[in-house]
């Protein structure tokens, strides 16, 4: 992903509510399958990292691109941007 593109997404996420929260459990399966749905729906995500949880939010973003086949767009505070092409109706253009 080029810087150029990078922004374009960081653009369009700034608008956009946080539709996960991560709390003290950390990353779940069924977190993980949540976020790989909502990649497939929206493409591109926002998720909040909550106070309660421990861990690095850059490493979580890491755990999470892998697993859901995703890219980190931005890691900013406790806030995590992640975006996936959509396999079946892609709707953001990069």
Avoid: F, W
Avoid at 52 to 81: F, W, Y
């Amino acid at each position: 992903m080029t810087s150029k593109q990078r922004a374009h997404l960081k653009s369009l996420a700034s608008t956009m509510e946080p539709i996960y929260q991560i709390g003290k459990s950390g990353i779940s399966p069924e977190l993980t399958k949540g976020v790989d749905e909502a990649l497939e729906a929206r493409e591109l995500i926002k998720i909040n990292v909550l106070k309660n949880c421990m861990d690095n939010p850059k490493e979580m973003a890491a755990i999470l691109a892998e697993r859901t086949k995703s890219q980190v767009v931005h890691v900013i505070g406790k806030k995590i941007i992640l975006y996936r092409q959509s396999s079946k109706n892609p709707k953001i253009e990069l």
